[in-house]
């Protein structure tokens, strides 16, 4: 059986063919959620620990935090390494499936100075 092949390039609107939008859907799904961009977004500058993070995002409550980096890290996007020291050092980065957004997300600024800010 001959695999389907994505063309990234092609016009969305024109496109109906259901499996490429269930990968879109699917890649929409890994990264929306309450949350999830702040995070992702200071993780777009370098390797940081819980404390810094929950720092660059006060609204954010420990819980909540604690959950979707869990969340992050079960879909691929981020790792979480622990250092054995007292007290336990704990530190995420952006995996390089995530790693490999950034030109997505760079777009995504883009247009909406372009459009709307």
Known sequence: ???KT????ADCASNHDP??????HQALGMISGKWTAEILYNLNS??????????????????MLTSRLRELESRGLV????FAE?????????????RDLRPVFSELLRWAKDHWF
């Not at 499996?19 to 879109?24: G, T």
């Not at 790792?79 to 622990?82: A, H, L, Q, S």
């Open 1 to 3: 059986m001959k695999k």
């Open 6 to 9: 994505i063309d990234a390039n």
């Open 19 to 24: 499996d490429v939008l269930l990968r879109f």
């Open 46 to 63: 370098g390797t940081l620990r819980f404390g810094e993070l929950r720092k660059a995002i006060p609204s954010i409550t420990q819980h």
């Open 79 to 82: 790792e979480r390494t622990v």
């Open 86 to 98: 007292v007290p336990p050092r704990v530190e995420y980065a952006l995996t390089s499936a995530a």
